[in-house]
């Protein structure tokens, strides 16, 4: 089963690329097992969760980075861009102060 996430990240936000077409995508205080899900997967980054995805693709591999955060361990996504990456509306949690989706299946 191949899961996706969606992510509000403002533009270029702790965005980087490593080679066209690949991006890392962080810091994300995701738990590693839900980072494990997603490699393979897909990952969405919205400025709003009301705003189509403006950047995303497949996930090709995830590291757990220390961060001067509360929570200091962060994950970063390294990920495959593609046309299919752009344009997605948000799914997955909807609340307000939701950041992130959690995991979404088809």
Do not use: D, I, S
């Given at each position: 089963m191949m899961f996706?996430?969606?992510f509000i990240s403002k533009i270029d936000e702790n965005m980087s690329i490593l080679e066209w077409p690949v991006y890392e995508s962080g810091f994300w205080n995701v738990k590693p097992e839900d980072a494990?899900?997603?490699e393979?997967?897909?990952v969405y980054f919205h400025r709003k969760k009301r705003d189509a995805s403006y950047i995303g693709g497949k996930v090709l591999d995830w590291r757990i980075e220390n961060t001067d955060s509360p929570r200091s361990e962060r994950v970063v996504f390294t990920f495959e861009a593609d046309s299919q990456g752009s344009g997605q509306q948000w799914r997955g949690r909807d609340h307000s102060?939701?950041?992130w989706s959690g995991l979404v299946t088809d």
């Open positions: 996706e996430a969606h494990e899900q997603l393979g997967g897909r102060m939701a950041w």
